[in-house]
């Protein structure tokens, strides 16, 4: 069905509406909908515009989508941008953009919302929060302006970061940054704010601790204002 001034429509139930003008849609059960200056190659495709125009974005795959959302682009199998993501970027199996204008996601899914400006790089890599970075399988970084960079990673506290394989940064810990292995556990993560941890299997989890500083390897503090350099130091409350 070819309803668009200047449009192209090729393949089985393949369409375009009225208003997508010069949109080109190639591939079986493919469509755009208020979608001008868009391209679709592939199969079961759509791009379309719900609340907004989705004009200017491009599919190219198997069951992907986007939805209100211009100058976006989605590359993959059932890869989907959604609700306010203009000029976002998703490619891989199952990437999944929602309301992250000019985010980026690429890897099997991989996922941003309300990521805003938000980069997300590698299986099962996540970002929810706005301008933060995840880097890695199964990395997660969930808080404003955050970076988690290694596999399994999850820094949930503002503005702090982590590297390694795999840390763990409370909402409490805001400006920590971690450097290392197994820094924190899934229940008992980092939770000192403004601190900062290198080496390997390091825990800080008092919440309201602050100025930690930590260079070795197992080391466990929860006090406030410390520096610890070595290994196996343990200083209480």
């Known amino acids: 069905d070819l309803g668009s001034r200047a449009s192209i429509a090729i393949g089985y139930l393949a369409s375009s509406d009225t208003l997508s003008t010069y ?29 907004q125009a989705s004009a200017n974005s491009i599919v190219i795959g198997t069951n992907s989508n986007i939805d209100d959302s211009n100058n976006a682009i989605a590359i993959g199998a059932s890869t989907n941008i959604s609700k306010n993501s203009a000029s976002a970027v998703g490619i891989g199996l199952g990437v999944a953009i929602d309301n992250s204008g000019v985010g980026v996601a690429i890897g099997q899914g991989s996922s941003l919302k309300n990521g805003g400006a938000g980069i997300a790089i590698g299986n099962q890599s996540e970002v929810s929060a ?15 302006q955050s970076i988690s960079i290694g596999t399994g990673n999850e820094v949930k506290g503002a503005k702090s970061s982590a590297i ?74």
């Open 130 to 144: 706005i301008q933060a970075i995840a880097i890695g399988a199964g990395a997660k970084a969930s808080a404003l």
């Open 23 to 51: 949109s080109t849609v190639i591939g079986t059960d493919s469509h755009t909908s208020n979608s001008s200056n868009s391209v679709i190659l592939g199969y079961r495709n759509t791009i379309k515009g719900t609340s």
């Open 164 to 237: 390694g394989d795999p840390s763990y940064i409370d909402t409490t810990a805001t400006g920590t940054h971690v450097q290392g292995n197994d820094n924190g556990t899934a229940t008992n993560p980092i939770k000192a704010s403004e601190s900062t941890f290198m080496g390997n299997t390091n825990l800080a989890g008092t919440a309201g601790t602050t100025g930690i500083h930590v260079v070795g390897n197992n080391n466990s503090v929860d006090s406030s204002n410390v520096m610890v350099m070595g290994n196996g130091v343990t200083v209480g409350t």
